[in-house]
C-alpha cells in the first residue's frame, strides 16, 4: 500500500519532468515563479502577500499542466487536424493565459507598491 503511495510521486514528478524538459511556456513559467520568490523574498512580503503571490503561481502551474494534458491526449486521440481538436486545445490555451493575467496583475499590485514606495 505504501509502496503504491510512494511511488505516485514518482509518476508526478515524470510528469513534471516531461512538462519542463517539452514545454517552453512551462519552463517561462516556473522561470517567473522563481524570479518573483526571489523578489518576494528582497521585498520582505507579508504573510497575506505571500499567501495571494503563491496561489496564483500554483494556479498557473496547475493550469499549464492541465493544457500539456490536453494537448498530449487530443494529439493520441486526433494526430490528424480536426477542427474539435483544435478548439479543445485553444480553449485550454485560454484558460492558462487567463490564470496568467491574474498572476500578473496579482505581482502587479503587490509588488509596485513595495518598488515605488
Same mark, same amino acid.
Given at each position: 500500500?505504501m509502496?503504491r503511495? #510512494?511511488?505516485?510521486?514518482?509518476?508526478a514528478?515524470?510528469? !513534471?519532468t516531461? $512538462?519542463f524538459?517539452t514545454q #517552453?511556456n512551462f519552463?517561462?513559467?516556473?522561470? /517567473?515563479?522563481l524570479?518573483? &520568490?526571489? *523578489?518576494g %523574498?528582497y +521585498?520582505? +512580503?507579508s +504573510?497575506?502577500? %505571500? !499567501? %495571494?503571490? &503563491?496561489? =496564483? /503561481? $500554483?494556479l498557473? @502551474?496547475i @493550469?499549464e +499542466?492541465l493544457?500539456t494534458? @490536453?494537448?498530449?491526449?487530443v494529439? *493520441?486521440? /486526433?494526430? =490528424?487536424?480536426h477542427?474539435?481538436?483544435k478548439? @479543445?486545445?485553444?480553449?485550454?490555451a485560454?484558460?492558462?493565459l487567463?490564470? =496568467?493575467?491574474? $498572476?500578473?496583475?496579482?505581482?502587479l499590485l &503587490?509588488?509596485?507598491?513595495?518598488?515605488?514606495?
Open positions: 500500500m509502496q503511495f #510512494f511511488k505516485s510521486f514518482g509518476y514528478f515524470s510528469g !513534471l516531461y $512538462a524538459k #517552453f519552463k517561462f513559467h516556473v522561470t /517567473s515563479m524570479i518573483v &520568490i526571489i *523578489l %523574498w +521585498l520582505r +512580503l +504573510l497575506s502577500e %505571500w !499567501l %495571494w503571490i &503563491i496561489a =496564483a /503561481s $500554483a498557473v @502551474i @493550469i +499542466l493544457n494534458a @490536453i494537448e498530449v491526449l494529439d *493520441l486521440v /486526433s494526430p =490528424a487536424y477542427e474539435k481538436a478548439i @479543445i486545445k485553444d480553449v485550454a485560454g484558460a492558462v487567463v490564470s =496568467a493575467v491574474f $498572476a500578473a496583475l496579482t505581482g &503587490i509588488f509596485i507598491p513595495k518598488i515605488v514606495g
